[in-house]
């Protein structure tokens, strides 16, 4: 059963400009240490958090949770690739999250739906 869905789109500027002006201090609000691992192999860096940026944008605006922050969600992808999303800090007990992530050079968007735990 599906409990929420969002969406959201975020330019790449945006993210690189954030991360330039505040540094690893913003890098370190927003992104867990296994996503800036992750993101640091990456040769489009600022694309990739992008997009793993959209992607908790779009889990808060599906799950409509106020006390959720960034550190609660952690998005990663499995080993064929594929985007997945995980809750930390003891955050959506009893809910899946299904996410989707694609970049250009300018943007970023994903899409997020919340599942009822199996």
């Given at each position: 059963m599906i409990l929420g869905t969002g969406v959201d789109i975020t330019e790449v500027s945006r993210i690189k400009k954030a991360a330039e002006?505040?540094?690893?201090?913003?890098?370190?609000?927003?992104?867990?240490?296994?996503?800036?691992?992750?993101?640091k192999l990456r040769p489009s860096l600022y694309q990739h958090l992008a997009g793993r940026f959209a992607a908790k944008e779009a889990v808060f605006?599906?799950?409509?949770?106020?006390?959720?922050?960034?550190?609660?969600?952690?998005?990663?992808?499995d080993r064929e690739g594929k985007p997945c999303c995980k809750f930390l800090n003891a955050k959506g007990k009893g809910k899946?999250?299904?996410?989707?992530?694609?970049?250009?050079?300018?943007?970023a968007v994903a899409n997020a739906i919340i599942t009822k735990k199996n």
């Open positions: 002006r505040w540094g690893e201090a913003f890098l370190n609000r927003v992104f867990t240490d296994e996503e800036l691992i992750n993101a605006k599906a799950l409509g949770e106020a006390d959720l922050n960034w550190k609660d969600i952690e998005i990663l992808n899946d999250v299904i996410v989707s992530i694609s970049h250009v050079k300018n943007y």
